[in-house]
Nanobody
Framework: QVQLVESGGGSVQAGESLRLSCVTSGVAFSTNTMGWYRQAPGKVRELVAVASRDGGTNHADSVKGRFTISRDNIKSTTVLQVNNLTTEDTAVYYC??????????????WGQGTQVTVSS
């Protein structure tokens, strides 16, 4: 069974930091592209950052220099370090895996999300 479980969200003041984690199971992790997305109230879900299978990363322009995605293929975990938060970063943050499950089947899976609330 494939599972993605996010943690690390919370309520913080502007300028503070959080460390969001996504622990996976049932995922052939090293074969997957891992991504973090977010969805603010009344807005569509948007891509925040992605870590590809070869270790390359990309970040949305709105978070460049403040957010950093990383992956640990041994622990089957991806982390989003979010620094210097602003109120515009308030959203539910979701982990995404795209690639293959341990079973060998193709995979496109989401976690349940973790809430980040930033107050001024």
């Amino acid at each position: 069974q494939v599972q993605l479980v996010e943690s690390g969200g919370g309520s913080v003041q502007a300028g503070e930091s959080l460390r969001l984690s996504c622990v996976t199971s049932g995922v052939a992790f090293s074969t997957n592209t891992m991504g973090w997305y977010r969805q603010a109230p009344g807005k569509v879900r948007e891509l925040v950052a992605v870590a590809s299978r070869d270790g390359g990363t990309n970040h949305a322009d709105s978070v460049k220099g403040r957010f950093t995605i990383s992956r640990d293929n041994i622990k089957s975990t991806t982390v989003l370090q979010v620094n210097n938060l602003t109120t515009e970063d308030t959203a539910v943050y979701y982990c995404n895996a795209e690639g293959r499950a341990i079973s060998g089947t193709s995979l496109q899976s989401w976690g349940q999300g973790t809430q980040v609330t930033v107050s001024s």
